[in-house]
């Protein structure tokens, strides 16, 4: 029932941007925390950022920040992902996940819903 979908991967160049969407559908939580995961093949999964329910609550991870911006939307029930001055090194599939409880805060990891991912290619 509950369903994360995550669109707007694509082929880029490096130096270019993308925008990442994530819609969140199926469910009732008031108070949720999204996060933005990556994982490339044959490497561990990678927390990207993450942003609170209230929006105040934003964590990056220091290969990004600078570079990506996390917002969402709670009315649309959607979260996005601003990535610009993309690297070779950020070319991975991005998830988004869900944690219930993330009023306040997002750096938890306590997430428990996941969508499928999409895929990021930064190259030349």
């Known amino acids: 029932q509950l369903q994360l979908v995550e669109s707007g991967g694509g082929l880029v160049q490096p130096g270019g941007s993308l925008r990442l969407s994530c819609a969140a559908s199926g469910f009732t939580y008031e108070h949720y925390a999204i996060g933005w995961f990556r994982q490339a093949p044959g490497k561990e999964r990678e927390g990207v950022s993450c942003?609170?329910?209230?929006?105040?609550?934003?964590d990056y991870a220091s290969s990004v920040n600078g570079r990506f911006t996390i917002s969402r939307d709670n009315d649309k029930n959607t979260v996005y992902l601003q990535m610009n001055s993309l690297k070779p090194e950020d070319t991975a599939n991005y998830y988004c996940?869900?944690?219930?409880?993330?009023?306040?805060?997002?750096?938890?990891?306590?997430?428990?819903?996941w969508g499928q991912g999409t895929q990021v290619t930064v190259s030349s």
């Open positions: 942003i609170s329910s209230d929006g105040r609550g934003i």
């Open positions: 996940a869900l944690d219930p409880n993330g009023l306040r805060t997002c750096n938890r990891h306590e997430y428990e819903y």
